[in-house]
Structures are given as C-alpha cells and as structure tokens.
C-alpha cells in the first residue's frame, strides 16, 4: 500500500463544500423590483432573476429579508455558461455576457427578463466581446470586440433593432464609460500596470454616426495605472479609479478643462471599485484594506464621504448602484460563504442577503499573517490551520494568478476539502500582487521576477517558524501565473517541496508569447519581458529549460479551450517530466478555459487534487 504524498487519507466532507453554488455580477431592476445575476446553483452559470417585493409592492424591512412573490427563475440565454448580466434602463431587457464552449471567447446577448426574445448583439467571429454598461440612453449598450489579430472596437449597440456604431479602435484599448447624450467617451489604452484613461469627443453626423474626434489625456505624464473610471451624465466630469503619481490607487474626479482633484484617498488601502448613480450625484467606493473590504459613500455635489457599516463578508466583488440612487447590489463571499447577493440600504447602511445558498456549517476561517522576504520586503498570507490537529502539519502553499492579483478571504472550495483531509492551506501574497500599492505590484516586472520565485521559499521558512506546517511534508501549487510560480519554485528549490499541482500554467515564455492570443501577449510585455528584447531573460525565467532540476511528482491540470495560456504549456510539462522518469499525472476539461466554470468539473477537479495529495505514491522525504 502507497503512502501519501504530503497527508493523510483524503475524507471530503460532505457535498455541501464541493456542490456550493454562487451568485455572482447582481444587477438591480430599474424599479429596484427584482435582482438579477449569475448564478451555477443548477450545475453551470446561467442568468437568473429573483423578485424583491412582496404584496402590493411594498418592502419587508421588518422581516430582515427581502419578501420575494415568487422564486427565482433562470432566464433562458442558451447553454452556454453565462458570465456577467446587466439590466437595460427601461427594464424591458437583459444584457448577458457568455462564453460559448466554456471557452475564453465571450458573447454578449440581450434577452427579456422573463426569457424570450434572444438577441446575439456582439460576437466578432474568432474574437472576443465585453459588456461594458448601457449608456442610460433609451436601450443603448456600449459593448467592446476584440478580434482574432488584438484589435478592439467600442461599440454602441441598439438593443431592440441591434443597430452598430464604432466609435472607437485600436490595440490594448477599452471603452469605460460614454455620457447619456453620447457626446463623450471615456477610453482606456495600454497594457496593464501602465493603462491611460482618455477623453474623447464624438461628433453626430447627419446619419446618427458618432465618431472621434481627438482625444485628451487625462493624467498626462504621471507614472502609474487608471484601470477604472466613469462619466457624470453630460460628460463633463470623469471619476477615475487610478495609482497615477502616486502608490496606492485613489479616486480622483477630472472635469473639462481642469485638472484632476483627489476625492477619496486611504493610505492603509486602495480603491478597488467604483459605481456611480445614474444621476451622478451619488458613488459608492469600496475599499481593500489587508485583502477585506469596506464600504463609503460620496456624495459628488458635495464631496461628502461617508462610511457604511462592515458589510457581513470579507470580500465583495461586485458592486452596482440601482437606478434610483438608493440602493446598491453587491457580490459578496467570505471563507465560510459562497458568493452571494446583498442589497445595502445606501441612506441608511442597512444590508439584506437576496439570494445565495448562506454559510456553510463546519467550514473553515482563515487568519492573517504578515512576515518579511529574505530581503525586508513584508509579505502577507492567509492561513488556513487544518481543523483538529496537533503539531505540525502537511501543508499546500497555493500561489494565486495574475501576478497582480491578490489573495483574498474569499469561499474556496478547493481549500476547504483539502483542509478536511488533514491538509492546511497557505496563500500568500508574494511580491507583484495586487492590493498593497504599485511599487508592491511592479516588484516582480522582468529580472525582478527571480525574487517572486525566492518569495515562495520565503514562504515555506515562514509556515516552518510557525510550527504550522511539517517540512518534509509541504506541496506547492498555483493557477496560472501562480502555476508558472511553483513550476519555478520546483525547479529553482528542488528539495523544498514534496509535490507541485499545477493549474493553467506557463511552462516556457517562448511557447507562450507565440501562442496565446496577441493582445494578451502585447498586454504581458511590461509584465514579463518583450519576447525578442529579452529573449534572455525569458529563457532564464522560463522553469521548463531547467526541468532537469524538477525531483517531485507533479500534477498538471488545463482546460482545452484555453486560448489565454493555450493547453501546449501543459502538453510541454507532461512530455518532459515523464521524459526525465519524473512522475507526472494530468487532468484536463475538454469543455472548459482558463477558468474551472462548471459544477460537475469544479468536483472533479477538486477531489482529484485531494486525492492525489492525500493518498498518492510515496516519496522520500529529502
């Protein structure tokens, strides 16, 4: 009999953890009536709609709940999975975004609230759409097409007739927002860490046509990113989420003509969203601070910010104002918790859970750690201690994507099955993530890189100091970017680890830049290195030319649809660990991306992972 890998023998728990389902991109109605949103809580993400007014139209706020006519019901927008909704002002429709296949490439569809009436509204042939926002004019989306060779074109969409107008175009571009009177776009250009809001003007033609006609930086010359922004109604103000000139991202309002005064700033934290009422007199901004959110409302007349009471989870994701200006609908997730719908009283800061399946019973918390890199740097984890166990314990550290994503207290799945194995969890925050400021995130661009990958060594001493984790017993694994970071870490630390999972990762820049999609490697190259400027580099950072170093088994997991880090990284690890004698397992999804989107894979995916550190093949400890 085969001893584990890094635990003991893998128990799940019950299927509560492994078939919770989520709520996700809530959309109010424009009568604050109903809220709708994605939801996979019948196997794979699809639109739903639940009603919010009980007789005679009236709220329950006594009962603390939200009194619903009837239940939920999905709206019918084909069978792929859906992936965002949006309520048209008029109420009469539904914008969805979808990814046919599973697959990286979105659609964007409008449909009636109660189903009927489909529409394909965007949908470039080999490409990509994003759903933006409706503009507030009559059923008018602004909607982005990105095509095969990283070209996007800003799109203003007819809802009812599906009337097209590009009114802008170009590489590494998004549209943010355009004023209700569709005189003015607010643009984004440039790849990421190092994107530029613009303002555009677009002038009507005789026929209806708007086009460009120049365009005006707002925060010229300032090193930084604006990654976010919106318009007052008539165009004249731009609210822009931004790190330009300065570290931490910020709110700033830039009117025509003048230049861009702070509105809301925290040196313990960074804007990490921003909704704006329809009016423009109301926003709501929602914090990071330490990976938690919190929640303040401006006034834009006025100025006046004022905070909300600590909403009832750890993380929101997702925040939108309702059309009346007195209501938000949020996304909202903790450890114990599935995503799920809150609606927050913006007057008087009150929230009610609308839809989501609520905590789980016997789920786990995580605790916060802070702790320096060899080289003073501070770093922060979450970790998460395996529930009735004494001494050390074996332990994963999982490395999020990005790089400048964050770690965040959010309901992982994956965490908590392998917590009910014995196993504990450490996610850390290692240099270039998100959330601690913008010298934070760029201190992993190019060479720097070699310090993200000692960061993760970093890691394993600091589990060590704590008594958490047993040293002979701790696996490493990522997604993405993370699974291109332990790939590394395993290469770079080869006895330091006792097994690697890797998620979607990147094997070999090389292979990667020349085979993903061209506006993503354009918009990588301040990230990693430009492919043939520094060639060099990439080769020394890429962990495949040093496979000859990898000494653990190693499981590789990738989607076949994916066009973001294509399946061939993960077809090159197979072929070269198996080549070297190395034990290598593999699982791919034939009907899924870069993301795991469908319940019954989501399960698959996860027990295969527990089981396989948990009761697989024995190796030496080194």
């Known amino acids: 009999m085969t001893a584990p890998i890094i635990g003991g023998p893998s128990h799940l728990p019950a299927a509560a953890s492994l078939t919770a389902w989520s709520c996700l991109a809530p959309a109010l109605a424009p009568d604050n009536g109903a809220v709708a949103y994605v939801s996979d809580q019948d196997g794979s993400p699809r639109v739903w709609v639940r009603p919010l007014r009980g007789a005679g139209g009236a709220w329950a706020a006594e009962t603390g709940a939200w009194a619903a006519d009837s239940g939920a019901w999905v709206v019918d927008t084909g069978p792929q999975p859906a992936v965002d909704v949006s309520w048209a002002p008029t109420g009469t429709r539904l914008a969805a975004l979808v990814a046919p296949g599973g697959g990286e490439h979105t659609q964007v569809w409008t449909v009636q609230p109660h189903g009927g009436d489909l529409r ?38 007819d809802a009812a007739t599906g009337g097209r107008q590009v009114i802008a175009a170009g590489r590494l571009l998004r549209p943010a927002a355009v004023s209700r009177d569709h005189a003015w776009m607010l643009l984004r250009r440039g790849p990421r860490g190092h994107r530029r809001m613009y303002e555009v003007e677009l002038i009507a033609e005789a026929l209806g046509a708007h086009l460009p006609s120049g365009e005006r930086p707002l925060l010229p010359d300032l090193p930084g ?4 922004g919106a318009l007052s109604p008539d165009g004249r103000i731009a609210y822009l989420v931004s790190d330009a000139g300065r570290d931490r991202a910020v709110l700033l309002a830039v009117r025509q003509g003048a230049g861009a005064v702070v509105l809301a700033a925290r040196p313990d934290a960074e804007l990490d969203r921003f909704a704006l009422s329809v009016d423009g007199r109301r926003g709501l901004l929602v914090w990071n601070v330490h990976g938690r959110s919190e929640l303040e409302v401006i006034e834009t007349g006025s100025g006046e910010l004022r905070p909300l009471p600590p909403p009832p989870a750890d993380v929101v994701t997702s925040a939108r104002i309702g059309w009346d200006g007195t209501m938000a609908a949020l996304a909202a997730e903790s450890p114990e918790e599935p995503s799920h719908v809150l609606l927050c009283d913006l007057d008087r800061g009150g929230y009610r859970h609308a839809a989501g399946m609520g905590r789980l019973d016997g789920a786990a918390g995580a605790e916060l750690v802070r702790f320096p890199a060899r080289d003073g740097l501070e770093l922060a984890a979450w970790l998460y201690r395996p529930p009735h166990t004494q001494g050390p314990a074996p332990f994963v550290v999982y ?5 400048e994503d964050q770690e ?34 760029q201190a992993d661009d190019h060479a720097l890189r070699f ?3 000692d960061d993760v060594a970093d890691c394993v001493a600091e589990l ?11 696996a490493c694994m990522g997604w993405s970017y993370g699974g291109y970071l332990t790939l590394a870490a395993l290469v770079t630390f080869p006895r330091l680890f006792r097994a690697g999972v890797v998620v979607s990762g990147i094997a070999d820049f090389e292979t990667f830049f020349a085979r993903t999609e061209p506006w993503i490697a354009a918009a990588a190259v301040g990230e990693y290195g430009h492919p043939e400027a520094d060639r060099e580099l990439l080769r020394a950072l890429s962990p495949l030319r040093a496979f000859d170093r990898l000494a653990v088994p190693l499981l590789v997991v990738h989607g076949a649809r994916d066009t973001n880090v294509p399946l061939y990284e993960a077809e090159q690890m197979v072929d070269a ?35 396989w550190l948990a009761a697989g093949p024995h190796f030496a400890t080194p």
């Open 120 to 157: 394909l509204l965007a949908a470039p042939e080999g490409g990509s759409a994003a759903l933006v926002r409706w503009t507030g004019r009559g059923e008018t989306l602004l909607a982005a097409e990105t095509s095969p060779d990283g070209v996007t074109r800003a799109v203003l969409i």
């Open 225 to 228: 990113s604006t990654d976010d």
């Open 399 to 403: 490395l999020h994507g990005g790089p």
């Open 408 to 441: 965040r207290p959010t309901f992982n799945p994956l965490f908590q099955n392998l917590l009910a194995a014995g196993i504990g969890v450490f996610a850390p925050n290692v240099r270039g993530s998100g959330g601690y400021g913008r010298a934070f995130r």
């Open 451 to 453: 310090r993200a990958v």
């Open 464 to 474: 060590v100091r704590l008594r958490a984790a047993d040293p002979g017993r701790i």
């Open 577 to 611: 660990a198996r080549a070297r004698g190395v034990p290598c397992d593999r699982l791919v999804f034939h009907d899924e991306g870069h993301e795991i989107r469908r319940v019954a894979n989501r399960i698959s995916f996860v027990t295969k992972v527990v089981d």
